[in-house]
């Protein structure tokens, strides 16, 4: 039920369409940021402690475009800004860029928040 409500909440977020809903592989609470492709399989554990997720993403967009997104999107899905990161139910998400403006690689990683 939680992640049929998040999903709802980021349908309604990008413009009401079900088509655009996607999220990062191996989550259903983080949404990809439209003009990214999953890089590869996602690394899921599910731990006792909660889950840990490592997936990359890349496309041809901009640190700027992929941060505004998801500044925008995930407090409305629950996640709250913690220093250089995000959390929010006992859970950490810290994004990590690699390559250039244009050419980007964008790391999740979520972890049972300390």
């Known amino acids: ?17 079900f ?8 989550t259903d609470d983080v949404p ?8 590869a399989d996602p690394v899921v554990f599910d731990k006792p402690e909660g889950r840990i997720v490592t997936v990359t993403a890349r496309g041809k967009v901009t640190r700027a475009v992929v941060r505004g997104f998801y500044e925008k999107t995930l407090p409305a899905l629950g996640w709250r800004r913690e220093g250089d990161g995000w959390r ?10 690699a390559g250039g403006d244009g050419d980007l690689t964008v790391g999740y990683t979520i972890t049972p928040a300390q």
């Open 19 to 26: 088509a655009r809903a996607e999220f990062v592989p191996g």
């Open 1 to 17: 039920m939680r992640a049929l409500a998040l999903a709802l909440a980021f349908v309604l977020l990008a413009g009401g369409s």
């Open 32 to 39: 990809l940021m439209p003009g990214l492709v999953a890089a």
């Open 88 to 97: 929010r139910e006992g859970e950490t998400l810290k994004l990590e860029f």
